[in-house]
């Protein structure tokens, strides 16, 4: 008969697990379940997708477009010589990454050349050096967009008569996305909400302008991507496979945990636990 009881507490302990699971899984799956949507807006996720597929095409595109400018280079195609080709990198310093005063130029190009002889071996150099310039120089322009978002939602929660101690902390907290140097903290917050709004506003524009255009395709709580971009449907692609993945962790965890409660309910107490 003891036996028997505790056949039916165990498997009412089991049962309690699994609705301990089930439960949280569900909840979880709800978390995930339109990982493109927050309410009738884009969700964050998806518009930092769009965000960065955009920045990482644009920095792409920079780099064709810098292969393209060098063959424009006069001289350039035809330079058959180091003498030739190390001219040109003299009348074009910058856009190697050279960056030296000019009466240091003649030494910067010379360790650029680096003693090479032969000119098919240093055209292949400047070209690279060419295009990671130009590479580099567009990936400065693009600001992280999940330090973008962080930086909105929290003035977004900034009372309206918050004081300057706060407006501190926020500046602080997000000078990097605002541009704002560590010295330049202390007066930022002086000047006011009205004017760090505008600062926030300038300087996450370049991911309020994606969210914006994914508006377009949201109606009534649903999303349409019909005669949307490849980079928006790459990017909604994207966002799901990572809400797949994360959902699929998470119930694991959650059911996991459940798994663990039932299991532990249903273990028979030792003399010291009872």
Known sequence: MVDAVNNNNSAVYTGIGAGVGLVGGAAYGARFSKPL????????????????????????????DAKKALLDIDGYKDADDVTKLSSIVKENAAEFGIKADADKLDEAVAEFVDGEKDAAK??????????????????VSFKDGKKMQAAKEAFAKIADDADEATLKTFVKDHAEVLGVTEDKIEATAKSGKEAIKKLVEDNTKAIT??????????????????????????????????AGAKWAIGLGAVLGLGSYIGSKLAAPKNEEQA
């Open 122 to 139: 240093l055209k292949a150099k400047m070209e690279k050096a060419y295009v990671d310039t130009a590479v580099e120089a567009k990936a």
């Open 209 to 242: 302008d994606k969210a914006d255009e994914l508006k377009a395709f949201v109606k009534d709580g649903k999303l349409n991507l019909e005669g949307a971009s490849e980079a928006i449907k790459k990017a909604a692609k994207d966002t799901k496979i990572w």
């Open 37 to 64: 949507l927050k309410g009738d807006a884009p969700s964050d996720a998806f518009v930092r997708r769009y965000y960065d597929n955009d920045a990482k095409a644009q920095i792409a595109k920079a780099g064709e």
